[in-house]
């Protein structure tokens, strides 16, 4: 297998000698940029043996990567299968699985994965996977729906007529996945089972893979907050870490709040701190007009969850934020308020919990000024390191859509 560099991301392909070969299946992988691109090329290296091993172990089989921006953009399954179709075409690959990281549903389901076999192709959806072991996860979908698209084909030869049958008709070939176990059996799975659907429309769509409409919620929030990658807005709002810390070392040299986190007990600081993040998430949306509005292409039901997942995303992020500026004015606590001038205002003997509670109290009040500090950011900059690229490039088509 050689590699080669495009403009959208590393693309894997094939030995054209072994491509050639007849007895040789081509699989295409089309994941949308950063994270689905990220998994895909960290599958690569593996598929082959493992679908040798669980789909048909009688052809090579060749693992190609090519990361697309146009794949996926819209969250419509057919649509999806229409172009992971012609760029399979293009490619010249047998099969071609479509990875995107934008949420798909059908009649208010979550789609995990649908395929077509008159394409040769199907489309995964990451987020309905949720947060724990996606990638064991993509890997498992993957090897499902390879196995759906080459059962249903008998041009690849499963009924014994096809590709070198005849030199093989003595070998022993292991089965594929059942199909109904698109996703091992695990907790999450029981409470929220994935269903196989077979379409009984007009599309092209023959199967989908589908999660409980209301249970399959939670699972596909948390898989969207992942998608968008929360960690990068803690990096990126630097302005508004400042503020926060140097409200933060403002307030420990103020006697009255030493007595005031003293007096206060931990329900009163609990609430203090989630009226504090709370007022930081939504300052940060107002500021930055990160609220969307159904428009005539979207349900009120979609823009809900994006915006669910926007606040789930601010929130994760703004945890983290919180969390580390505990611990630095803890730090800075411990080291510049005298334990003795400590004692001698709260008129009690002190300790670690003391300084907890005075960090704790300190975090609150310096969340609240970050919060004004988060208006200092680039519009575009806290976008970008809110929302992943597929919810992106989806505002971008809405905001070209509205302007024309």
Not at 30 to 58: C, F, G, N, W, Y
Not at 307 to 327: D, G, P
Request: one cysteine or more; hydrophobic letters at 40%.
């Amino acid at each position: 297998m050689t590699f080669s560099d495009t403009d959208e991301g590393r693309t894997r392909r094939p030995d054209s000698a072994q491509s050639a070969r007849a007895d040789s299946v081509v699989l295409g992988l089309l994941p949308a940029p950063e994270l689905p691109t990220q998994i895909a090329e960290q599958l690569a290296d593996e598929l082959p043996e493992l679908l040798s091993r669980h789909v048909d172990d009688r052809v090579s089989w060749e693992v190609s990567v090519v990361s697309d921006p146009l794949t996926g953009t819209e969250p419509n399954a057919v649509e999806v299968v229409d172009v992971g179709c012609e760029r399979r075409q293009e490619e010249g690959w047998d099969l071609a699985i479509c990875i995107t990281d934008l949420p798909i549903r059908n009649y208010g389901r979550p789609v995990v994965a649908a395929l077509s076999t008159e394409c040769k192709v199907a489309v995964l959806s990451l987020p309905p996977l949720g947060v724990t072991f996606l990638r064991r996860r993509v890997r498992e979908a993957t090897l499902q729906l390879v196995n759906e698209l080459y059962e249903g084909n008998p041009e690849f030869g499963r009924d014994g007529e096809g590709v070198d049958a005849k030199s093989d008709a003595g070998k022993e070939r292991r089965p594929g996945p059942r199909p109904d176990q698109l996703i091992r059996r695990r907790l999450t799975e029981i409470v929220s089972p994935i269903q196989r659907i077979t379409s009984t429309g007009d599309d092209i769509v023959d199967v989908r893979f589908v999660s409980p409409k209301m249970r399959g919620y939670l699972r596909l929030l948390g898989g969207m907050v992942l998608a968008n990658r929360p960690w990068r807005l803690f990096s990126t709002m630097k302005s508004t870490l400042a503020a926060a810390f140097a409200t933060g070392a403002y307030a420990l040299v103020t006697p009255s709040i030493w007595q005031l986190g003293d007096y206060l007990d931990w329900v009163r600081l609990l609430i203090l701190m989630v009226l504090a993040i709370v007022a930081m998430v939504v300052w940060i949306i107002v500021a930055h007009n990160l609220w969307e509005k159904p428009t005539d292409r979207e349900d009120r039901d979609q823009v809900a969850l994006y915006n669910a997942a926007t606040v789930l995303t601010l929130t994760v992020a703004v945890l983290f934020s919180y969390a580390v500026l505990f611990v630095l004015i803890l730090v800075v606590a411990g080291i510049f308020v005298d334990k003795s001038f400590f004692q001698s205002i709260l008129q009690h003997p002190v300790g670690l919990g003391d300084y907890m509670r005075l960090a704790w109290i300190t975090a609150s009040l310096a969340t609240v000024a970050g919060a004004l500090g988060s208006g200092l950011e680039d519009d575009e900059t806290v976008r970008d390191a809110t929302y992943g690229y597929r919810q992106r490039r989806r505002n971008q088509s809405e905001s070209g859509s509205e302007t024309s």
